[in-house]
């Protein structure tokens, strides 16, 4: 069966994957929430509207109203490949988020996590 590239799946099927994996670790939707609006510039109040929408992930990536220009200073493996060595800069910003919410589940302080 052929993988079906991330970019084009619904935000509102993978975002909710990304809120479990951080509850499973006993973080809340409001900090995955909070780490996406860091990222993207997008609000919660827009995260729970893209949940009951057609937008796709890339789309959501794409349409960012605010990309945080600190996210450049992401670095760390995700699924074996370093953020920072991703070329394409809508895949890099996907693995970004990806990152932040592997740091939120292993209990990084949020301080740390928003590279304040």
Partial sequence: MPR???TQMP???VYPLLVAKAGKKGRTRGEVDEVTSWLTGYTAEELAQFECSDITYGAFFQNAPHPNP???LITGKVCGVKVEEIDDPLMRDIRCLDKLVDELAKGKPMECILRK
Wanted: hydrophobic share 20%; glycine share 0%; charged share 35%.
């Fill in 70 to 72: 600190n996210r450049t």
């Fill in 11 to 13: 935000f509102s099927r």
């Fill in 4 to 6: 079906t590239d991330v």
